[in-house]
């Protein structure tokens, strides 16, 4: 499966992480991403309980050649809501979220942060396999939230892992490395540009509204430090590389083992900035590669 560097995720346009959002922005977010030329759509079953599936798959009507990638294995009818990841929850998942998204085939189907100890259960990798191999889906993949899960996907012979790569978050990604070449398994780069914050606009005492998981992602001291470390990055601006974002969302392209960065815009206007500033291959120079991370480390950063 071919699909571009530059994906579009949904999980900000739902109204889950960061806030409401019109739906006509949503609408017209997507619509911009298909006619920029992004082809892979990041999304899951519990984004917007059910209604971003449904929203992509209004937009996208008869794209066959626009992917889509979802999650699942959160269910939200149980309280407090639960991981999943037995067969017998997942096909009923795989069904849904087959349904709303109005695809004979699912592109890519991934376990939404499943523990090792899920990924260790024959019965799970087993279902996703045995999915693909009836053709009900494309490829088989999983979100994960930490290396160990990763590399557990990979030794299972998921297809696909998806994992926060940016500059902030580089351990995992570097960890499971030689997994991934040997492999060839494709990679998701999410949060390239760490919820925000590698926007490079936030003042160091910046707040955030209550229904922003922002808000208690960082307490005020921590958010003072990341702001810092976002300006000593300042000084590698230059030539095409004209903002922060820029050099983040270069940096996770300069990455060969990245298949695409999964951007999270909330506006047109986001959107336009992240594609216009991502720029072309060789993504950043060596010289500001290893100038980057000599800076970063000064300030507490290991890359
Ligand atoms: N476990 C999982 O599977 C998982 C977890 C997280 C994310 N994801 C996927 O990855 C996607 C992206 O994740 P993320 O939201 O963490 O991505 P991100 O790119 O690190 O952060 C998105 C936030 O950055 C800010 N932003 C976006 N474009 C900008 C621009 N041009 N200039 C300045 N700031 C900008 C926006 O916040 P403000 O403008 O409000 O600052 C936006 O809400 C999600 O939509 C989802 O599809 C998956």
Known sequence: MEVSELSVGTWGLSGDAYGPLADAEVDRVIDRALSVGVTLFDTADVYGRGDMERRLAKRLEERSWVHVATKIGTDLE??????HFDPAYLFTAYERSQERLKREVIDVLLLHNPSVQALGRSETVGFMKDLKAK???LAWGVSAGTADQARAAIRSE???IELAYNIFATADLNDVAADIEESGVGVLARSVLAHGLLGGQWSRDREFYPDDHRSDRWTPAELRTRVKQVDALRPLLGGAVISTR??????VLANQLVSTAVLGPRSVGQLDQLVRESGLPPYLR?????????RMKKVGVEI
């Not at 149980?78 to 991981?83: E, G, N, Q």
């Not at 820029?246 to 940096?251: G, I, K, Q, T, Y």
């Not at 060596?286 to 000599?294: E, R």
């Open 286 to 294: 060596d010289t500001t590669m290893a100038d980057l991370s000599t």
């Open 78 to 83: 149980s309280s407090p809501p639960r991981k």
């Open 158 to 160: 998921a297809d696909v």
């Open 246 to 251: 820029s050099l983040a969302l270069r940096f």
């Open 135 to 137: 053709g009900k889906i």
